[in-house]
């Protein structure tokens, strides 16, 4: 059975980083494409990075340059690594694995989900 349990949001200032974790069980994750998402109140659940089985990565726009995904293979972790913190950065973040093969930012491309972690930057 496939579990995914995300760590390492909390409360920060704008301009400030961190870095959230993923933990994969039930699933090799080297033999995996994997995302994270986001979701605000009252919005849209949507795509922020994928990092696909061959090491490609690819950003949502709003974030390149400030966010950056990885994975540990060996120790069946996915990180991201979230650097010049906005306030519209709030959201609840998920991660995401088991790719269609459709849109990537499109939550109907994945089938498993943890159960998310609260990022709330203030201004």
């Known amino acids: 059975q496939v579990q995914l349990v995300e760590s390492g949001g909390g409360s920060v200032e704008a301009g400030g980083s961190l870095r959230l974790s993923c933990a994969v069980s039930g699933y090799t994750i080297s033999h995996n494409s994997m995302a994270w998402f986001r979701q605000a109140p009252g919005m849209e659940r949507e795509g922020v990075a994928v990092?696909?089985?061959?090491?490609?990565?690819y950003y949502a726009d709003s974030v390149k340059g400030r966010f950056t995904i990885s994975r540990d293979n060996a120790k069946n972790m996915v990180y991201l690594e979230m650097n010049s913190l906005k306030p519209e950065d709030t959201a609840i973040y998920y991660c995401?694995?088991?790719?269609?093969?459709?849109?990537?930012?499109?939550?109907?491309?994945?089938?498993?989900w943890g159960q998310g972690t609260q990022v709330t930057v203030s201004s």
């Open positions: 995401a694995i088991n790719w269609n093969g459709g849109t990537w930012t499109r939550q109907n491309a994945w089938t498993d």
């Open positions: 990092t696909y089985i061959s090491g490609t990565t």
